[in-house]
């Protein structure tokens, strides 16, 4: 702080949040052609709300980045990561409410303008990209369609800045390190994982033995099920071993590394001691990320389809028919989510030892 107390210049509401600008931009296109569009301006306004919050969110997340770029990661840290993250949530809820605002658009109504827009799109909002990239969506994850758009469909400045960021590490990879880090995966004084081990295998066999005598499904479906509990039990084997776990990760089933993927297990079995309820609320943060966008994608492609039918998009895309992959496809943390599938009941793990607890509390996380 200074010495002498700050004596701030008086400031003046509209200059302050530079109104002038920000209620200046409001341009629609439609008078240069013909009758003014009444409804170009909500159009614009509800686009520019969105920029403004994605803006907001990338300023949480490069925060976010920064805290978990450091060697050790102490607890008053992991608060603020918690509180921020929830940040990010919080303003997707409220971005997921707003398709509601352009939807009191009648699909007639934006036909008045929408062929001035070509060959614009929401393709080229370079903040969203951002926000994916910065999140852990991979390039070669997109699809086709959209990988291609990287290098068409921007402007040459703003794909040198998002290669740029293509680059650095990206929350997922943060997370991912940070998990790998973790302490406790080896404590000799505690044999949880072999005990933890029989317990999913009992319950399989379980599984199996319901979907074997269940006497409604058809030879078909039964096969099938029993497919699935096969892979859901080979891809449990697969976390124990390391060759195995680089195989469903090459074939995309996971792709968490292995210890990350152990140590959120551990996390998410035992959140309730002190020492794993931060690092918990930050995986469930992430998991509530990747659902929010989920969800945004869904309700901007059903949007769409009311909108346009299956028109192509101004971008270029099939429109809605790439919208709804994109949906399926762009998928950051689903590795925690898919976690439930190993969750054991409370009553069935075994308490955490003291020794191990003393550990834990003395690594920190
Ligand atoms: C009338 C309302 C809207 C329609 C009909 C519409 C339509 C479309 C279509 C067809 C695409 C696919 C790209 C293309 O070929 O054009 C697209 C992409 C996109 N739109 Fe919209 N959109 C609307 C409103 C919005 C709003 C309000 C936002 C908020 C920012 C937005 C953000 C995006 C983004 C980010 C993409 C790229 C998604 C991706 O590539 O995964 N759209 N939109
Ligand atoms: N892609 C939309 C047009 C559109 O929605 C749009 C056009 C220009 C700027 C932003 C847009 N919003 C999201 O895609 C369409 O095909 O009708």
């Given amino acids: 702080m200074a010495d002498k107390p700050i004596k701030p210049d008086p400031v003046y509401y509209g200059d302050y949040l530079q109104l002038d600008k920000l209620l200046d931009a409001q341009q629609p296109v439609s008078p240069k052609y013909g009758p003014e569009a009444h409804d170009e301006t909500l159009f614009i306004v509800v686009h520019q709300a969105y920029e403004l919050w994605f803006k907001q969110m990338l300023h949480e997340l490069r925060s976010v980045h920064g805290l978990f770029k450091a060697e050790y990661l102490p607890d008053e840290h992991l608060m603020t990561v918690v509180h921020r993250l929830h940040r990010v949530v919080v303003i997707q809820e409220l971005l997921n409410q707003q398709i509601k605002v352009i939807e009191t658009m009648t699909p007639q109504d934006f036909l008045e303008f929408r062929d001035y827009l070509v060959p614009a799109s929401g393709f080229q909002s370079i903040q969203f990209k951002e926000l994916e990239i910065s999140l852990g969506l991979h390039r070669n994850q997109r699809i086709a369609f959209d990988q291609a758009s990287f290098y068409n469909r921007i402007q040459d400045e703003d794909r040198a800045y998002l290669e740029k960021l293509e680059q650095e590490p990206d929350l997922f990879q943060c997370v991912d390190e940070w998990l790998s880090r973790m302490p406790f995966l080896e404590m000799p004084e505690f044999t949880f994982w072999e005990h933890y081990q029989e317990a999913i295998e009992a319950e399989l066999s379980h599984d199996e033995a319901i979907v074997a005598g269940n006497e409604l499904l058809t030879a078909e479906e039964r096969e099938a099920e029993l497919a699935a509990i096969a892979g859901t039990r080979a ?14 990760q090459a074939e995309g089933r996971v792709r968490l590394s292995q ?16 020492v794993f309820n931060l690092p918990w609320q930050v995986l469930n943060s992430l998991v509530d990320i ?6 945004w994608r869904f309700r901007h492609v059903m949007m769409v389809q009311r909108m346009l039918g299956s028109k192509i998009g101004t971008g270029g895309s099939s429109g809605h028919d790439y919208l709804r992959k994109t949906t ?11 976690l439930a599938t190993y969750l054991l009941p409370k ?5 955490l030892p003291e020794p191990v607890k003393q550990a834990l509390r003395r690594g920190g996380s």
Avoid: C, G, W
């Fill in 235 to 248: 891809n449990f084997h697969a976390l124990f071993d390391a060759e195995a776990y680089a195989a469903i």
């Fill in 290 to 295: 990747d659902e929010q966008l989920t969800i």
């Fill in 259 to 274: 210890r990350a993927m152990q140590a959120a297990l551990f996390i998410y079995m035992y959140r309730e001691e002190p």
């Fill in 328 to 338: 399926e496809r762009n998928r950051v943390f689903a590795d925690f989510m898919n």
């Fill in 347 to 351: 009553r069935v793990l075994p308490p």
